[in-house]
């Protein structure tokens, strides 16, 4: 079935450090996006990136469509930055099947 | 408004109780969703809205559990003869028109707890 799996589940890391999350994902995409769950639960939007590479401050995306991935940088990561990180994609579908998502504690 | 809003915010009732979750969208977004985030199942579909339409109900769980959507706006899911396992946080979002190419935008979510 439809997959969308990310790497690593946790991560830790101290203020200041860069960090890279994976999304992959079993077939084709039309829609690609990338959320923060924040300590209160809210979905923030990052990225709507079904291909191609975005940036929005410390916070990039890169998605490689024929390869079935995509990654998530975190540059110069701060406190603020702690929670969890969901990659979700369509499938031919108006669905949006959610990744296990990666948890990232950053200390200071 | 500004975003999506849901309420309430938080709630808890007992088992075998009826719950009434209600969702308002972005204004002017004809695409309405409601997703489920719980331990074991991490982020999951339940329905999605196209105005007043639900085209694909295929994300509710149990006939206990149904949604409407009025006026192209307001939504309500409900969940009768809740159980404990309907503990969870759920999520409304909205699009602008809908497709598998719009961005979703989700508000803040109702945290269930059923005792």
């Known amino acids: 079935g439809i997959q969308v799996e990310q790497s690593p589940p946790d991560l830790i890391l101290q203020e200041g450090a860069n960090s890279t999350l994976r999304c992959n994902f079993s077939d084709s995409v039309n829609n690609l996006q990338w959320f923060h769950q924040n300590p209160w639960g809210q979905l923030i939007n990052l990225f709507y990136?079904?291909?191609g590479t975005k940036q929005n401050g410390r916070l990039s995306a890169t998605t490689v469509a024929t390869e079935r991935y995509s990654l998530l940088y975190i540059s110069s990561s701060q406190t603020t930055d702690s929670g969890v990180y969901f990659c979700?994609?369509?499938?031919?579908?108006?669905?949006?099947?959610f990744g296990t998502g990666t948890r990232l504690q950053v200390f200071p | 408004g500004a975003g999506v809003s849901q309420s309430p915010s938080n709630k808890v009732t007992e088992k075998g109780k009826d719950v009434e979750l209600r969702c308002d969208p972005i204004?002017?977004?004809?695409?309405l969703y409601w997703y489920r985030q719980s331990l074991g199942q991490g982020l999951e579909f339940l329905i999605y809205?196209?105005?007043?339409?639900?085209?694909?109900k295929s994300g509710l769980p149990s006939d206990r559990f149904s949604a409407e959507r009025t006026g192209g706006s307001v939504s309500t899911l409900t969940i009768q003869r809740t159980q404990q396992e309907d503990s969870a946080v759920y999520l409304c979002a909205s699009s602008s028109s809908g497709g598998a190419y719009e961005t979703q935008y989700f508000g803040p979510g109702t945290r269930l707890l059923v005792l």
């Open positions: 979700a994609a369509n499938f031919n579908t108006d669905k949006l099947i």
């Open positions: 990136i079904p291909s």
């Open positions: 809205f196209q105005g007043n339409s639900a085209p694909d």
């Open positions: 204004s002017g977004h004809t695409a």
